[in-house]
């Protein structure tokens, strides 16, 4: 078992050597990094937000205007289907997230039930009176819509926040309706909350030409500020908002300011989910900053047929509930692709179409908790983990030599720190974070990373006092441990893989290095080591073993 081919023993030593080179850039001061290829010298161990400073969000998501606006929409295709099958509706009212439908001859009643059930089988459908009707959605499909507005919410922030350059952000899911967001190294939190809070919900919506200003709304539509009516009422609002009040809401500024507004219809005609790109750029004739757009086949289809039916009405292009402009339709646009204007600066036409690129957010996103983490902190909390991470290894070194001699307790320390070599390496080339839990699961590393050779060491003695020659000693000492060895280490990296799974922050940053440090000790503790006993052994054949 120690006669190891010259093959292995190649592969072995390349293994580690490669790990080494991979793990030295961690080690290497700034200055020489900066002359090193940045494919390399880049190839660094992320700090967490805890050591490296940064910012902690708690986002309250929106999840109730969503449903409100889904049931909005779904009048529409009630109407639709009970005028395809001949029934008059005498109202149909959306209201939270439930539609109330009322028809005019209750005769039609059974087969206004039957269209109906037939619109969406999550849908759940009440006959309330012999005309009138109940429907929503139920509540298993209510939970994972919430979920699933959860989840695409994370992952809109996140690309958002990988597309402006800052590296390991952590988002996650917290209660019903909120989302952690932390972003480590942050230098601008200004800035990142301008990101993350920005819904950038686009829609567009036919403007209401019946409305005239001053007077109420239709109930189809929605009184809804111009750019520049939002612009003047957040002048007014930062004169005269209340101490309490931490941001202005748009759907409530034509209410509250005397300022432009513009009356759109309530549905959607083509959402930013349908939005398959967008840039910067200027308009060749006038020279100004504007976003262009495409959109999918879906869209391009809704958005051709659209401004078919409505040349020469107004378009309303609405951004996070205000209307950014309001084009006349002058001929069909079936192209699959269009432009926004308005009186934006490049800043704000770049900053525009990176969130449209991102995706928008499904629902508002409000920062209900915000908390910036200094890096000072974050500097004692390494000065501490560096000192125990030091005074650890030291008494274990200790310990290993005066337990099993200068020789083997030699061999498990070199051990020890190819593993630490093995879990730096493994750590820059995952991209994973290391936070203040995870400087307590290298420091635990560091034991575990002897605790194989501890067995192995004992098994030998055991062999050694039973009369077996030291070649057999150790060979038998290798083959009956290993099985011991598998197992304790599995299931503790079983373990390790649950709570990475399962769990969220600091206990992902305890479970990264603890379930690495398994897997490299494993190598460095019966592979390695295995090869330099026989190594040993074949060089200078020793007639007792001094363990």
Not at 48 to 62: F, N, Q, S
Not at 211 to 233: I, Q
Not at 373 to 388: F, N, R, S
Not at 503 to 525: E, Q
Request: neutral net charge; glycine residues 8%.
């Amino acid at each position: 078992m120690l006669h190891i081919p010259r093959w292995q023993t190649w592969t072995i030593f390349g293994i580690t050597l490669f790990c080494a080179v991979l793990a030295l850039p961690n080690l290497l001061p700034r200055s020489v990094l900066n002359h090193l290829p940045a494919w390399y010298a880049g190839n660094l161990i992320n700090l967490g937000l805890d050591l490296r400073g940064g910012v902690h969000l708690l986002l309250d998501v929106d999840v109730r205007t969503v449903f409100r606006q889904n049931a909005i929409n779904l009048t529409g295709t009630v109407r639709e289907r009970l005028r395809e099958r001949g029934i008059q509706a005498r109202d149909i009212v959306a209201e939270g997230g439930v539609v109330t439908v009322t028809i005019r001859d209750e005769a039609q009643g059974n087969d206004a039930q039957s269209v109906l059930r037939n619109i969406d089988s999550t849908l759940t459908v009440e006959r309330t009176a012999p005309a009138a009707f109940r429907l929503s959605y139920t509540e298993q499909e209510q939970a994972r819509r919430r979920r699933e507005i959860l989840e695409q919410s994370i992952e809109v922030l996140r690309r958002r926040i990988d597309e402006s350059g800052t590296k390991e952000p952590s988002l996650q899911i917290q209660g019903s309706d909120g989302i952690v967001v932390q972003v480590p190294g942050v230098q601008d939190p200004a800035e990142l909350e301008r990101i993350v809070g920005k819904t950038a919900r686009l829609s567009f919506r036919l403007a209401d030409i019946d409305w005239v200003p001053g007077s109420p709304v239709a109930a189809s539509a929605v009184l809804l500020p111009t750019k520049e009516g939002w612009d003047e009422a957040l002048r007014q609002w930062e004169t005269q908002k209340r101490p309490e009040e931490k941001e202005l809401r748009a759907a409530d500024v034509c209410r509250r300011f005397q300022v432009q507004c513009q009356a759109v219809r309530r549905a959607i005609i083509v959402g930013g989910e349908d939005l398959t790109g967008a840039n910067a750029t200027f308009d060749q004739q006038t020279s100004q900053p504007i976003v262009g757009f495409q959109f999918n086949s879906a869209g391009g289809r809704a958005f051709c047929r659209v401004t078919t039916n409505n040349v020469g009405n107004p378009l309303a292009i609405v951004l996070d509930d205000v209307v950014i402009s309001a084009p006349r339709i002058n001929s069909a646009i079936c192209g699959g692709s269009g432009i926004i204007t308005g009186q934006f600066t490049v800043q704000q036409t770049n900053e525009l179409a990176l969130l449209l690129r991102a995706g928008a957010l499904p629902a508002t996103l409000t920062i209900v908790e915000k908390r910036t983490v200094g890096a000072d902190l974050g500097a004692d909390a390494i000065q501490a983990g560096l000192i125990a991470s030091i005074v650890g290894t030291v008494l274990v070194v200790l310990f290993m030599f005066v337990a099993y001699g200068p020789i083997f307790g030699s061999f498990a320390n070199i051990a020890m720190v190819v593993n630490m070599v093995m879990v730096f390496a493994g750590m820059s080339v995952l991209g994973a974070s290391l936070t203040l839990p995870g400087i307590a699961g290298l420091v635990l590393t560091v034991g575990l990373a002897v605790d194989s050779n501890v067995l192995i060491y004992e098994r030998v003695r055991e062999e050694q006092a039973a009369g077996r020659q030291p070649m057999s000693a150790l060979v038998a000492g290798y083959e009956r441990a290993l099985s011991a060895i598998i197992d304790a280490n599995l299931t503790t990296l079983i373990a390790g893989l649950l709570m990475f799974g399962f769990g969220s922050g600091p206990i992902r940053g305890f479970a990264v290095t603890l379930s690495l440090g398994l897997v490299t000790s494993m190598f460095s503790s019966t592979i390695f080591t295995r090869m330099v006993l026989g190594w040993w052994l074949r060089t200078f054949r020793p007639r007792e073993l001094v363990i």
